[in-house]
C-alpha cells in the first residue's frame, strides 16, 4: 500500500515537473517564434514526445492559456492599483487600456486568438478575455458617468480595438512612433473632450 502510494505521488510529480517544462519550453519558444511556431517543434525542443504535450495541453489555445496566467494575475493586480490609486475615471480608463494591451501583446501573434476567443465560447481563452471585457467595461461606464467617455462606446469594442492595436503594432508598415499614434488615436474615438475645449462631435459615432 505505501509503495502504491509513494509510487502515485512520484508519478504526480514528474508530471507536474513535465508540465512546466514544457511551459518554460514553450514561453521561450514563442517569444522566438510567435504563437504560430509548431506545437511539434515545442515538444521536440523540450525533449518529450508530441503526445506528452498533448496529454498537459490539448491544443494551442490550452497552452497559450496556461502561460498567459501568470500575465493574467499581473494585470489583475494592475487593475486593483488603478482602482484604488486612481481617482480620475478618465485617467483610470487610460491606463488600465494601456495595461490591456501590454498584456494583449506578450507574444506575436497574440491578438487573432483572443479575439477569436470572444466567439468561441469553448476556447479556453474565452473566460480571460470575457473577465477582462467586463472590466473594461467597469472603467468606461464609470468614465461616461462622469462625463469623460462618450456615451455610445462599449467596452467590448474598446477591448477589439486594443486587440486591433497591438496586431497593427506588429505589421510591416509600422515603425517606432505607431504604437503611441495609435493609442492616442483609439483614445481619441472614446474620449470626451475636457471642459472648454471644441466638443466635436463627442456624443455619436463618427
Same mark, same amino acid.
Not at 475615471?89 to 501590454?102: N, V
Not at 478575455?129 to 469594442?157: H, I, M, N, P, Y
Given at each position: 500500500?505505501?509503495?502504491?502510494?509513494?509510487?502515485?505521488?512520484?508519478?504526480?510529480?514528474?508530471?507536474?515537473?513535465?508540465?512546466?517544462?514544457?511551459?518554460?519550453?514553450?514561453?521561450?519558444?514563442?517569444?522566438?517564434?510567435?504563437?504560430?511556431?509548431?506545437?511539434?517543434?515545442?515538444?521536440?525542443?523540450?525533449?518529450?514526445?508530441?503526445?506528452?504535450?498533448?496529454?498537459?495541453?490539448?491544443?494551442?489555445? =490550452?497552452? /497559450? %492559456?496556461?502561460? @498567459? +496566467? #501568470?500575465?493574467? *494575475?499581473?494585470?489583475? $493586480?494592475?487593475?486593483?492599483?488603478?482602482?484604488?490609486?486612481?481617482?480620475?475615471?478618465? =485617467?483610470? /480608463? %487610460?491606463?488600465? @487600456? +494601456? #495595461?490591456?494591451? *501590454?498584456?494583449?501583446? $506578450?507574444?506575436?501573434?497574440?491578438?487573432?486568438?483572443?479575439?477569436?476567443?470572444?466567439?468561441?465560447?469553448?476556447?479556453?481563452?474565452?473566460?480571460?478575455?470575457?473577465?477582462?471585457?467586463?472590466?473594461?467595461?467597469?472603467?468606461?461606464?464609470?468614465?461616461?458617468?462622469?462625463?469623460?467617455?462618450?456615451?455610445?462606446?462599449?467596452?467590448?469594442?474598446?477591448?477589439?480595438?486594443?486587440?486591433?492595436?497591438?496586431?497593427?503594432?506588429?505589421?510591416?508598415?509600422?515603425?517606432?512612433?505607431?504604437?503611441?499614434?495609435?493609442?492616442?488615436?483609439?483614445?481619441?474615438?472614446?474620449?470626451?473632450?475636457?471642459?472648454?475645449?471644441?466638443?466635436?462631435?463627442?456624443?455619436?459615432?463618427?
Amino acid at each position: 500500500m505505501g509503495d502504491a502510494a509513494t509510487g502515485e505521488r512520484r508519478q504526480r510529480t514528474d508530471k507536474q515537473r513535465n508540465r512546466t517544462h514544457i511551459l518554460e519550453v514553450a514561453e521561450e519558444f514563442f517569444a522566438e517564434q510567435g504563437i504560430t511556431g509548431s506545437m511539434d517543434a515545442i515538444a521536440k525542443r523540450a525533449g518529450v514526445g508530441p503526445g506528452t504535450l498533448y496529454r498537459h495541453f490539448p491544443n494551442r489555445e =490550452a497552452l /497559450l %492559456a496556461a502561460l @498567459l +496566467q #501568470a500575465r493574467d *494575475e499581473q494585470l489583475v $493586480a494592475r487593475r486593483a492599483a488603478i482602482q484604488h490609486e486612481v481617482t480620475d475615471s478618465r =485617467a483610470a /480608463l %487610460a491606463l488600465w @487600456l +494601456q #495595461a490591456l494591451g *501590454e498584456w494583449v501583446t $506578450a507574444f506575436d501573434g497574440m491578438p487573432e486568438p483572443l479575439r477569436a476567443a470572444l466567439t468561441e465560447g469553448t476556447s479556453p481563452l474565452a473566460i480571460t478575455c470575457q473577465g477582462f471585457v467586463t472590466t473594461t467595461e467597469d472603467f468606461l461606464q464609470a468614465a461616461q458617468r462622469d462625463g469623460g467617455a462618450k456615451s455610445w462606446v462599449r467596452g467590448r469594442d474598446l477591448f477589439l480595438s486594443t486587440l486591433a492595436t497591438a496586431w497593427a503594432h506588429g505589421a510591416a508598415m509600422a515603425d517606432d512612433s505607431s504604437p503611441d499614434a495609435l493609442a492616442s488615436l483609439m483614445r481619441s474615438g472614446w474620449e470626451m473632450p475636457a471642459p472648454g475645449t471644441d466638443p466635436g462631435s463627442g456624443e455619436g459615432p463618427p
